[in-house]
């Protein structure tokens, strides 16, 4: 079942860090650590997407293969996706990577120019 407000804060313009797992899975139990020491430091929003059935349309929507996968979305799109299980280093880096290399979200202009 899909939590509330999934798709919105997907389609945000400011990335969205989304952590796919399962209560099932050892190594998501195991990534568990490692995604609360990071995602609180990541400085925008961040979603925990639990899959719990294998009817979960989200699993063929967002090609889901393997559980952890962490995902970066920018207007309802993935932009960044990062599968299994991964040292704090590693994930910490690959994160920062794709994260400078979007552009800037888009300005709204408001009042008169």
């Known amino acids: ?8 804060a997907i389609a945000a313009d400011a990335p969205t860090l989304v952590l796919f ?17 990071l995602a609180p430091g990541f400085g925008g929003p961040t979603l925990v997407a ?12 967002f090609r889901i293969e393997v559980v ?3 995902a970066v979305f920018r207007n309802g ?5 990062l599968d299994g299980v991964l040292r704090r280093g590693i994930l910490r880096g690959d994160l ?4 400078q290399a979007l552009p800037p979200p888009a ?5 008169a120019f």
């Open 50 to 61: 639990p899959l719990e059935e294998d009817a979960d349309p989200r699993w063929d929507e």
């Open 77 to 81: 799109v993935p932009v960044a996706r």
């Open 96 to 99: 920062e990577r794709f994260l």
């Open 1 to 8: 079942m899909e939590a509330p407000g999934f798709r919105k």
């Open 107 to 111: 300005r709204s202009h408001t009042g």
């Open 68 to 70: 952890p996968t962490v």
């Open 21 to 37: 797992t399962a209560s099932w899975c050892p190594f998501c139990v195991r990534f568990d650590p490692v995604w609360q020491e």
